[in-house]
């Protein structure tokens, strides 16, 4: 099947009993069993829930993994996937990973044990002078939030086969429409499906999807013992909001696409980040790896007055955080993402207090750019 019919068919039946052909809700904490002896498929809704079992196998299904995990938050999942570490163990990460993904390393997990170096991973070599022996994994993001920066996920991957640890993608930007790590070698993937898997700005969830089913097992154990998961109404979105993620992120990407150049040329853009720019450093890499540049960019503006006028004034963009919505959302990652990141360090990072990050929705772009022609160039 191609990826728009596995999307509305990769699950059969939909419901065997009844014909419904949209999933139904189990709202359920339990289930009754038979026999003394052996229990049935569920017992006990963190371990198994029907409707999430739905989702996980649809998202391991689109990302082309052998188990598929549903967890409260992007960000549950993410936590939930490093502990498959120990203390004492090293991670590498890219240097403008999610900004809460930064926080949940340096403090949390760092309290633990768990040490983490951030690098620029658009450069092997920096990644390959940070793993050391007790590097477990690589922690990358491609594109990365909020520069846009371009990973090579191939060479990353045959940096960490090298050295028999594993590579974990956040793929939140780019969703298994544009770009499937696991097919290029990498070992777990993980989401916010609050954004574009979603794309609805009406849930909050997350994934992590195994490439092979001995690490998903291990992934299946920590999110029943952590217990982070999603509950079944919002997994039932989730499955809804799935059936249209190809024609939204072509969408997006159109209108991303357009406001892009338009943006390019004007007098106050310093300058744009987007990977399906052909002077994005990242470009051959991005295009060797994913089938398409997405809809989130961001920009730099001349001006701090002009990055307040425009967040404060647009009106068909939210001023808001978060991506991936069907409603465009401009965000400023000094205060919003990556406000967990120390001034200092997010400065090293080249994330500027005139940056901004637009998450293009599905409004009519001609209508976007006349929004913000209205504060850029007055
Ligand atoms: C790239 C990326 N990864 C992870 C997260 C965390 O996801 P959540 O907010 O669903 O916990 C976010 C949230 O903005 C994100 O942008």
């Not at 045959?158 to 290029?184: C, S, W």
């Not at 999110?223 to 499955?239: M, R, S, T």
């Not at 994330?351 to 409004?363: C, F, P």
Request: hydrophobic share 40%; glycine share 8%.
């Amino acid at each position: 099947m191609k990826f728009a019919t596995e999307l509305i068919h990769g699950l059969d039946p939909i419901d065997a009993q009844h014909g419904s052909v949209s999933h139904p809700i189990y709202l359920s904490s339990t289930f009754a069993q038979r026999s003394i002896d052996s229990f049935g498929r569920y017992d006990y809704a963190r371990s198994g829930n029907p409707t999430r079992e739905a989702l996980e196998e649809a998202i391991a299904g689109l990302e082309k993994g052998a188990v598929g995990l549903a967890f409260a938050s992007g960000i549950a999942a993410t936590a939930s996937t490093l502990l498959l570490f120990r203390p004492g163990d090293h991670l590498v990460v890219c240097e403008d990973v999610y900004g809460g993904t930064f926080r949940l390393l340096t403090t949390l997990f760092k309290g633990w044990g768990l040490e983490a170096t951030f690098v620029d991973a658009t450069d092997n070599d920096a990644i390959a002078a940070a793993i050391r022996p007790e590097t477990r994994a690589l922690y990358l993001e491609t594109p990365s939030n909020p520069l846009i920066k371009i990973t090579d996920l191939s060479t990353a991957v045959a940096l960490a086969k090298e050295h028999g640890i594993l590579t974990i993608v956040d793929n939140t930007f780019m969703t298994p429409y544009l770009q499937r790590p696991l097919e290029l070698g990498c070992d777990i993937v993980v989401h916010s499906g609050t954004k574009f898997l979603n794309g609805h700005s009406d849930v909050i969830c997350g994934f992590a999807v195994a490439k092979d089913a001995e690490l998903g097992q291990r992934l299946r154990f920590i999110q029943n013992a952590f217990g982070a998961v999603l509950g079944p109404q919002d997994c039932w979105l989730v499955l809804r909001g799935l059936k249209t993620l190809k024609v939204r992120m072509e969408e997006h990407q159109a209108s991303a696409r357009k406001i892009v150049a338009w943006l390019s040329e004007q007098k106050e853009v310093q300058r744009v980040y987007y990977p399906g720019l052909p002077d994005h450093p990242g470009y051959d890499i991005h295009n060797r790896q994913a089938s398409g540049p997405g809809g989130v960019l961001s920009f730099e503006l001349a001006s701090y007055d002009t990055t307040k006028r425009l967040l404060e004034g647009v009106k068909l963009a939210a001023f808001a955080v978060s991506l991936g919505g069907v409603e465009s959302i401009l965000s400023y990652p000094a205060k919003m993402s990556h406000a967990a990141m120390p001034p200092a360090e997010r400065e090293a990072r080249g994330i500027k207090d005139t940056l901004v990050r637009l998450s293009v929705g599905l409004e009519d772009p001609d209508d976007l750019i006349a929004d913000m022609a209205r504060f850029l160039n007055v």
